[in-house]
């Protein structure tokens, strides 16, 4: 597998790389001053066990996570437009021979209605996904754009969906290219695993078998000028320690290649789906401590990107993970084309079982509880801060002071139009105590911001 040198990995991994209290509070100290770990040193803390480092890891991950992004927490919901897949991933409920899940694609109009319902409970962000088959009568490229178009176009009073991320199949240049003039947010491809052997024996048949055209993926839409990337690892699959140090072997080759990270890193855990036998019994099952741990190290090695947590994980996992690093959650979520319906006519297999089911206003409740800022911005993408742009900013934590004003801007939007009444009370007092901790400049700022809301104003930000 391209740019994954497995030896390397293993060596590093190695039981003779014994525990040095002065090497780890080394690089834990390095990591707080917001700098990149070498892969050799995300090594030496993914084989730490001892409790009380593990504590101090966990620590040092929510300070960093603090001082990049803030207390914000951006909040997004999955549309999946159509399960037809031309695949067999062993692990996957929309595998092509799985004959215990009903088949759809969406139409436009049902696009729509999906979008509808997500807008009118608060949604502004959505993750497009997209199943890898082929498609009666269009090409899957055609059927994307339409169903991005047909995405933004919805609208709920005066609300609209802000940012359409897009996770879809390898595509090629010219394909990349129609997707970013349509106005795709990030571009998301996960490797599932970075070890090769699992790799082939999980994916056996269907396009999904060539592990490095996914690798190339990332380069041809690069190349088509999406510079907002996203990769990912589905933990389960193999030992959890190699696919972390293959998670950031990619992150040093796109840094090579493109002269930029990963805009985002996903860290789904294999979770139960239906006809799927291996998601019931995962191959290396990996436990909630490693998880943590995981997210921590992540987040210490990769300071600048962000990372996304599913509701695959039940909620009290969630919470506990947003101070470990996680600055990304999708809430409310529905893996089956057209779940976001009561009409069981209308919905068809999801990919794998959720274990959060909290509504959006319930999670916002939550994160306000626990001195989060809830926030559904896209400001960057509008002001075209992607890319390098984007990377000057977050790299020294300079994107902290814009990520907390439009988030609390974003916020009143939401309490306004869509918030339950206690929800609102909670809201309301937490956008005054940070108000407080801004500037003068910051606080004159706002108060336009809200002046506007309140007339009416919708989707404004710094």
Sequence with gaps: MKYINAEKINNLLSAGNKFDAFKIDAILNKAKRLERLALDEAAALLLVQEPEYLEKIFAAASFVKDAIYGRRV??????????????????????VDNVLIKRKSLTDLEIKAQTQWLLARGHKRILMVCGEGALPGKSNIDYYLQSMKCIYQAAVGKNKIKRVNVNCAPLEVSE????????????QIFQETYHEATYRVMHPAGPKSDPDNRLDALERAFVAGID?????????????RFETLGLLSHVEEM??????????????RLEPAVGAEISIN????????EFKKVVAILRLAVPYTGIILSTR???????????????QISAESNTSPGGYSSDQQTQAGGQFSVGDHRSLDEIVATLIEHDYIPSFCAACYRKSRTGESFMQLARPGTIKGKCSMNALITLQEYLDDFALPLTKSKGYALIERYFKQLTLVEQKSLQIFFKHIGSGVRDEYV
């Design 282 to 289: 995962p191959p290396d099952k990996i436990s909630d401590t």
């Design 176 to 187: 990349f290219k129609k997707l970013k003039n349509a106005g795709i947010g990030t571009f």
């Design 313 to 327: 994980e039940n909620s009290d996992l969630r919470d506990t993970l947003l101070g470990l690093g996680i600055s």
């Design 228 to 240: 907002d990337l996203g990769i990912g690892a589905l933990f389960g699959l193999y030992d959890y």
């Design 74 to 95: 951006v909040l997004f919901a999955p549309l999946y437009i159509s399960n037809l897949c031309a695949n067999r991933c062993l692990y996957c409920a929309f595998k």
């Design 255 to 268: 840094e090579k290649k493109f002269k930029i990270g990963p805009h985002t890193i996903s860290v789904p």
